[in-house]
């Protein structure tokens, strides 16, 4: 009983730091889009900073690589299709919040559970209860509404944060089942598919933004910290990708740690508090009907997730699992 406590309270805790450090990621993500925009720069600048920190964690605590690294097949089947979601995602991910504000941003993200339906329906076959279909309507509702009055309203911020969500309803799915179907740990998948995404996503960033960044990064090395626009641009892509790396140890942490439900509903809070802290601290103007908007959608999540996984055998509070447990309940998403 006191070993559940310590670890319910060891994955609360994983989830408050997830938040903070979410909500300050996007907060510095929005500061630098402002003033530089290059969304592709600071997509690329994340994800090599994941492949270098996590390489750095994996050799700090001497964690072994899995047995499936070693078949090409397995990079072939598994993890260069994933790297491409997740590079996807981290890529319309910040053209969405460098286009539109990052409440919006996150309130059109809450179309997750929408996807995810769609998606098991025509890939699965699944078919779902009349419940979770209509826990759609106040998520795609509410989505509607806070698009109507959102005042920072753009097109490409809105179809860049529709495929955000699109992606992240494959990534969500596989990696879970990439963890349960082989025993290769959630770090080493981390910095495969980071290392993967970086090579994907280079040939590209050289193509549209290098001159740019190029360009804006150039200091005079004698008077650099003299420089406020080449200080704050490297400073910022550094604290970006930094930011970003915790975030994705921690989610992925969180990920390994609880079901599929809890995981799920830890990310809506998540992305209330980000909205919530978004709002106060850029001050990005916002309707009373574009907020009941953006609160019907995160709600009509919630409700998704408590119908989705209605009448599964699971504790009240925080369920853990162990690789084990998983394999042999077939708890896989």
Avoid at 4 to 16: H, K, T, V
Avoid at 239 to 252: D, E, K
Wanted: hydrophobic share 50%; proline share 4%.
């Amino acid at each position: 009983m006191t070993a559940r406590r310590d670890e319910i309270i060891r994955i609360s805790s994983l989830c408050l730091f997830w938040y903070l450090i979410s909500s300050s990621a996007n907060v510095t993500n929005k500061t630098f889009f402002k003033a530089h925009g290059l969304p592709i720069t600071v997509s690329l600048a994340q994800l090599v900073s994941n492949a270098v920190y996590v390489n750095i964690l994996l050799r700090l605590w001497r964690i072994p690589a899995s047995s499936s690294l070693a078949s090409t097949s397995f990079y072939a089947r598994k993890l260069a299709p994933l790297a491409l979601v997740k590079l996807m995602v981290t890529t319309m991910s910040n053209i969405s919040v460098s286009r539109v504000s990052v409440s919006y941003a996150h309130t059109v993200k809450a179309l997750l559970p929408f996807f995810t339906v769609v998606l098991s329906r025509i890939i699965l076959k699944e078919r779902p209860g009349w419940k979770v279909y209509l826990s759609l309507v106040p998520i795609v509702a509410g989505v509607m509404l806070a698009t109507i009055t959102e005042l920072s309203f753009d097109s490409i911020g809105l179809i860049s944060a529709l495929l955000c969500g699109f992606f992240l309803a494959f990534q969500s799915v596989f990696s879970k089942k990439i963890l349960i179907d082989s025993d290769i740990h959630r770090f080493h998948l981390l910095l495969r598919l980071t290392q993967l995404a970086v090579l994907f996503v280079f040939p590209f960033w050289l193509w549209s933004e290098s001159g740019s960044a190029a360009t804006k990064s150039q200091c005079d090395y004698g008077s650099s910290f003299q420089n406020p626009v080449c200080s704050t641009f490297l400073f910022t892509l550094f604290l970006s990708g930094a930011l970003n790396f915790f975030q994705n140890v921690v989610a992925f942490t969180v990920l390994a740690s609880v079901t599929s439900l809890s995981y799920a509903v830890a990310n809506n809070v998540k992305r209330i508090v980000v909205i919530a802290v978004s709002i106060a601290v850029l001050h990005n103007p916002v309707t009373l009907v574009n907020v009941a908007g953006m609160t019907v959608a995160v709600l009509g999540a919630l409700l998704y997730n408590k119908f989705q996984y209605e009448g599964r055998r699971s504790p009240p509070v925080l369920p853990l699992f162990n690789r084990d447990d998983v394999v042999k309940n077939g708890a896989v998403i």
